[in-house]
């Protein structure tokens, strides 16, 4: 490369003149990677970038921050469910649930089998939906279009399924703490289910051939954004990203919560821990997904009450829980999902605390695996490791 | 001796027994072991066991790295640091939440510090992750952690930085119209109109 450096005397003659000439390297540039662009979803990455090559990145989030945590405070505990689901859009589920969750544990309510079980079957319906959307994603990404296309319209039949359960669409605000907000609508939206749940099964096939095992897909993640088990044990990367790794930590099967202890399942695990690794691992929970949303299914809703029996639910608003605090946390799509609130005996929490997955794989990983990447890898890495920005913002 | 003569204060507190503390005993459970083989490494700490697969420890502030550079030897992650604003003890609670990937077992490290002059030392060189924790937590309610370089505004504006919004004190309304003035009628004073 050319030496561009300013002469010293040029520069002085400059500054008499009131100008300042800093030196140019011609070929390193900042490049500001969203908050607009498709890939980053509301999420904005500073690149300097040296030709094609990135040498740094700074993640620049806050273009989301909606202060849920101080909204929290400042509401009823019942009220807040319509609040917290908004954290990550994609699963909405999984913050009620963590939320409920952590308000149980605090009343010390044990939720009635019923809810539990409709709870299960919710979360799982939410993986489905949220794996629906990333395939929508990164199909998106690495310019399959079809397979995302595809993907949007599957997802609709879960909407569907949810809109007739708890009627909304995208936010349910349907778990509350102590239970489900009402019943399932009855066989018939069983019957629907299980025939979406078969149908899916056989457009994994359709998604096999178009894009996990294609070559382009091949082509473009194999190799990208490798990252090694002690790396990803030290920044607390979980869920399919740490199953990539190598290691077999899922929520469900270490930490278990509602009916999971009584499911079969499997945690697939890859070691190589790139793109691809993470992508496959993604493929293979789908199917261990419909495998879990079968076996409920097959287990029948469980006879009894969908709420618990307490005199305080009269008084929703005025509800109190005793003081404490508790920590609950459920498996997302993205990885481990945590909730932290405390009581100090009001009828608002004093403190709600989220862990979103991608607070740790969103920020410090995503800096790292982005150093010497290419700029066209930078939405694979983004999808592969599942960002969801308003994980950090909130 | 007069047997009927009272003891004098000095053969009582002679002869008085020493008050040993008495300590929760620890369950016969791989959480109870694990809380005790931590407190015999660390004598100044406080360990418990909450329930299945939760324990608990209270540590000094002055000793929390210390403790959690032995507790990462069996947690291997740090799931995130949750400060917690008591105000009318003018403190901040820091709890440390591990999750220990080989056991299968949640702790909470607690540790308080005075709310003027918080000061803390970064754990970023146990889990390179605390470095975004550390940053959320001192933006939202001005805790220092001593060597971590990227303190500075994250998530909010600059012009947010400074005030700490998720402090107990930091009144959301009179901020908002201060900011907003005049345009901001959203709001009834009154509040007759408010559902909650």
Redesign the interface.
């Known amino acids: 490369m050319a030496n561009l450096e300013v002469p010293k005397e040029l520069r002085e003659e400059a500054k008499q003149h009131d100008m300042y000439l800093h030196p140019i390297d011609k070929d390193t540039y900042e490049l500001f990677f969203g908050p607009q662009h498709m890939a980053t979803e509301n999420f904005s990455i500073i690149l300097k970038v040296d030709g094609n090559r990135i040498e740094r990145a700074i993640v620049n989030p806050g273009f989301l921050h909606r202060g849920f945590e101080k909204l929290a405070e400042q509401r009823p505990y019942f009220t807040n469910i319509a609040l917290i689901l908004r954290i990550c859009v994609p699963e909405s589920d999984v913050p009620e649930n963590i939320y409920s969750m952590a308000v149980d544990e605090i009343v010390g309510w044990e939720v009635p089998e019923r809810a539990q079980w409709i709870r299960t079957v919710v979360l799982e319906m939410a993986r489905m939906s949220a794996w629906m959307f990333w395939i929508m994603g990164f199909g998106n990404e690495i310019g399959l279009y079809t397979a995302g296309q595809w993907a949007a319209a599957y997802r609709e039949r879960f909407m569907r399924l949810y809109e007739e359960l708890t009627g909304g669409r995208v936010y349910h605000i349907y778990t509350v703490p102590g239970g489900v907000r009402r019943d399932i609508p009855g066989d018939k939206w069983l019957r629907q289910l299980r025939d979406t749940v078969e149908y899916i099964k056989g457009k994994l096939k359709d998604f096999d051939e178009i894009l996990f095992d294609n070559y382009i897909t091949f082509e473009r993640t194999e190799g990208v954004g490798v990252m090694d088990r002690k790396f990803a044990l030290k920044h607390a990367v979980t869920g399919p990203n740490l199953r990539a790794v190598g290691v077999p930590y899922d929520v469900r099967k270490d930490d278990p919560y509602y009916l999971y202890p009584e499911l079969e399942f499997e945690v697939p695990v890859l070691k190589e821990g790139d793109s691809l690794a993470r992508t496959l691992v993604r493929r293979y929970e789908m199917e261990q997904d419909l495998y879990i949303l079968e076996q409920l299914l097959d287990m029948g809703p469980p006879s009894g009450p969908y709420m618990v029996k307490d005199a305080r639910l009269k008084a929703l608003p005025r509800f109190k829980p005793p003081k404490g605090d508790a920590y609950a946390h459920v498996e997302s799509t993205k990885g481990d999902f945590g909730a932290y609130v405390v009581s100090d005996g009001t009828h608002k929490p004093y403190r709600a605390h989220f862990r979103g997955p991608s607070q740790s794989h969103g920020v410090t990983v995503l800096e790292e695996l982005l150093k010497g990447a290419r700029i066209a890898d930078v939405p694979v890495i983004l999808k592969t490791l599942d960002n969801c920005p308003p994980d950090i913002d909130r | 001796m007069d047997m009927n003569e009272k003891p004098k204060v000095e053969e009582k507190v002679e002869n008085a027994q020493p008050v040993e503390e008495t300590k929760p005993e620890l369950p016969d459970t791989k959480e109870g072991k694990l809380v005790k083989e931590l407190i015999d490494k660390a004598p100044y700490a406080e360990g418990s066991v909450r329930r299945e697969?939760?324990v608990e420890f209270k540590v000094p502030a002055e000793r929390i790295h210390e403790f959690l550079e032995l507790a990462s030897e069996k947690f291997?992650?740090?799931?995130?640091i949750?400060?917690?604003?008591w105000l009318k003890e003018g403190e901040f609670e820091l709890?440390y939440?591990l999750?220990s990937?080989s056991e299968?077992i949640?702790a909470?490290v607690r540790t308080r510090v005075p709310r003027d002059n918080a000061k803390l030392p970064t754990v970023m060189d146990i889990?390179?992750?605390a470095?975004?924790?550390e940053r959320?937590a001192h933006e939202f309610f001005g805790i220092i952690f001593e060597g971590n370089p990227r303190l500075g505004p994250?998530?909010?504006?600059p012009r947010e930085y400074e005030k700490h919004?998720?402090r107990k004190d930091?009144n959301?309304l009179s901020y908002v119209k201060t900011i907003y003035g005049e345009d901001f009628d959203r709001y009834d004073e009154s509040k007759t109109n408010y559902v909650?």
Do not use: A, C, K, N
């Open positions: 697969r939760r291997e992650m740090l799931m995130q949750s400060t917690v604003d709890v939440q999750w990937v299968g949640h909470f889990w390179p992750v470095e975004t924790y959320e994250f998530i909010l504006e919004p998720l930091f959301t909650i």
